[in-house]
Structures are given as structure tokens and as C-alpha cells.
């Protein structure tokens, strides 16, 4: 069974400051996402990693995928209250047709 | 395009009583995913259908069943309901679920079982 393991579960942070999640697995991925969720809605989709070693930026955000392929992280510098909401790694599992498989998520608060 | 929608947003049922829920995927998406999230379990992949077909399974009881229509919406039905099936329930559409396809999800169901 393939499984995503996220780190650190809750994070409860100032604004301004830096923070970096992790997505970590035994297992390896031919890619891998990110998606936000705030309360109330749907999981949104920041990024899809695809390339060992690959980093892509988006605005204050960067995300980064393992050389092996088992892991990522995203980084958030001077983060924006804005930018409180749970963030979820998601792996794509093969076998007959694909299906999504998703870590526990971090949690994240950031305070003004 | 409009997002993909869910019906009803909130439910309450008791034990032993069965619900359905629906959703209506973004126009021109063939594939409908659903997923169980609970804050003990996270995300929980329940099913996928594309084409009216059920192409892939979670691990999930017997009880959770589903169906895609002709114009793609999909409903899912949970018979003989437990305390423990109370949580959110998400639909996702996509054109199709390729490698690494972008997942478009709806706002859920809170499911809750009294």
C-alpha cells in the first residue's frame, strides 16, 4: 500500500515568517501534487511536481520533488494571513486505471 | 465554466438510514472521483467513474455504492449508515483521469449520523 506521510501536522506561525511542510513516502511516485483547502470548500490544486529534482515556484511558494521521487516539500517565505488553510499532498497510484491518493495534511494558522 | 456542484451541502440522518448524494462535474468532464474526509483519516479515495463505468475502487464496505449518468453527474449511496460515516464527502471531476490530471473538487457534503 502506498502511503503519504505529511509533516508537521499543525503549525501555527506569525505573519512574516517562513515555514516548510513535508511529504515524505516509501514509495515512489511518478508525481506528485499540492492542493490547499480552505473551510468549507474543496481541496484546490497549487502544483504538480513531476520530475525528480524538479522545484517550481509560484509567487511566495516552493515547491520541490525528491531526486528519488518519494518526497517532497513546499516552502511558504513571509507568509500572509492569507495563506491559512490545510495543505494536502497527493500521489497519483498506477494499476488499471489511476487513482489519487492523499496525505493526512498540515494545518496551518497564520497569525497577524 | 461553472465548478462542480454538490447536493445537498448538509445532512443529518441516523443510524440505519441510507442517503444519497449527488454531484454534477464541470461541463465536458467524463471522470467523477469521490472521496470520504474525516479528521481521524484524512482523504479517503472512495471511487472513480468515467463513462458511466466504475473504474476504480477504494477500500471502502459494500455499503458505499455509486453511479455516473449519461450526462456524467454521479450520485453515491450509503446504505445502513454508522456513526463513523459521518464526514465530509467530495466530489472530483476531471476530463479524464490521466497521470498527474488536475482534479477539479466541489465544495462537499457534511454528512452527519446521529
Known amino acids: 500500500t502506498q502511503l503519504l506521510e505529511q509533516s508537521p501536522q499543525f503549525l501555527s506561525i506569525q505573519e512574516g515568517e517562513n515555514l516548510t511542510v513535508y511529504c515524505n513516502s516509501s514509495?515512489?511516485?511518478?508525481?506528485l501534487q499540492w492542493y490547499r483547502q480552505e473551510p468549507g470548500e474543496g481541496p484546490v490544486l497549487l502544483v504538480t511536481?513531476?520530475?525528480?529534482?524538479e522545484v517550481k515556484k509560484l509567487k511566495r511558494l516552493t515547491f520541490q520533488f525528491g531526486d528519488a521521487r518519494k518526497d517532497s516539500s513546499l516552502h511558504i517565505t513571509a507568509a500572509q494571513t492569507g495563506d491559512t488553510g490545510l495543505y494536502l499532498c497527493?500521489?497519483?497510484?498506477?494499476?488499471?486505471?489511476?487513482?489519487?491518493?492523499f496525505g493526512a495534511g498540515t494545518r496551518l494558522a497564520v497569525h497577524p | 465554466k461553472a465548478g462542480v456542484t454538490q447536493t445537498p451541502r448538509y445532512l443529518i440522518k441516523t443510524r440505519g438510514q441510507q442517503v444519497t448524494l449527488s454531484c454534477s462535474p464541470i461541463?465536458?468532464?467524463?471522470?467523477v472521483s469521490w472521496y470520504q474526509q474525516t479528521p481521524g483519516q484524512g482523504l479517503q479515495f472512495l471511487f472513480e467513474?468515467?463513462?458511466?463505468?466504475?473504474?476504480n475502487k477504494g477500500n471502502f464496505p459494500g455499503r458505499f455504492s455509486g453511479r455516473q449518468f449519461s450526462n456524467s453527474r454521479s450520485e453515491m449511496n450509503v446504505s445502513t449508515l454508522e456513526l463513523g460515516d459521518s464526514a465530509l464527502y467530495l466530489c472530483?471531476?476531471?476530463?479524464?483521469?490521466?497521470?498527474?490530471?488536475?482534479?477539479?473538487f466541489g465544495p462537499g457534503t457534511r454528512l452527519t449520523v446521529l
Open positions: 472530483a471531476s476531471s476530463p479524464m483521469t490521466a497521470e498527474a490530471d488536475t482534479q477539479y
Open positions: 514509495s515512489v511516485f511518478s508525481s
Open positions: 511536481v513531476v520530475t525528480g529534482g
Open positions: 497527493a500521489g497519483w497510484v498506477s494499476g488499471g486505471y489511476n487513482k489519487l491518493i
Open positions: 461541463s465536458g468532464h467524463r471522470s
Open positions: 467513474y468515467f463513462s458511466e463505468t466504475q473504474r
